[in-house]
């Protein structure tokens, strides 16, 4: 069961940090974007859409997986177990968020005509930023709960004392 717990932890660990870097990415783009009109926006919007909803589900699944089973094998067991839990917590937080908010967006954004974006455009930007902003505390937030979960997990090595 250690082993797994092992391997758990650093799956969770790396696609959870990929995730989180993949997010704070696309945050930084999306607030470079807020310079500039409507149809520059749609079409880096859209040009975004090609493949970025693959890679974040191809992080994030993966990090709520092995999270997942962290969280069964630790069994919420001692601080690394709580804070296995909260990362879970965190990144279901993200998946509701992304199911109920983004995908929909991001869905009619596809439709959008680069020339003739729709007259509330700067609203459902608004609407998928603020989302995103905070799905994105809550990958970075569960990135650092497995972080700390991971060094709770581990004894502390003490030098031994030298005897003069």
């Not at 717990?5 to 783009?29: C, K, N, R, Y």
């Not at 991001?106 to 974006?117: C, F, I, K, R, T």
């Not at 994105?136 to 005897?163: D, H, N, Q, W």
Request: proline share 4%.
């Amino acid at each position: 069961m250690r082993n797994v717990h092992h391997i758990a932890s650093g799956i969770s660990l790396l696609f959870a940090g990929l995730f989180a870097g993949f997010l704070l990415g696309v945050l930084v783009l999306e607030l470079s974007l807020r310079d500039f009109g409507a149809g520059s926006y749609t079409q880096v919007r859209q040009v975004e859409l090609v493949g970025l909803d693959d890679l974040a589900s191809a992080t994030l699944l993966p990090a709520l997986a092995a999270t997942v089973l962290l969280v069964v094998v630790a069994r919420g067991r001692g601080a690394g177990g709580r804070l296995g839990i909260a990362a879970g917590v965190l990144l279901l937080a993200v998946l509701v968020t992304t199911l109920a908010v983004n995908l929909p967006i991001n869905s009619a954004q596809l439709g959008w005509n680069v020339d003739a974006p729709p007259a509330d455009w700067a609203d459902v930007r608004d609407r998928w930023q603020i989302a995103h902003a905070a799905r994105t505390v809550a990958a970075v937030s569960s990135f650092a709960c497995l972080g700390l979960a991971a060094l709770a997990g581990r004894p502390i090595e003490s030098k031994p004392r030298r005897t003069p």
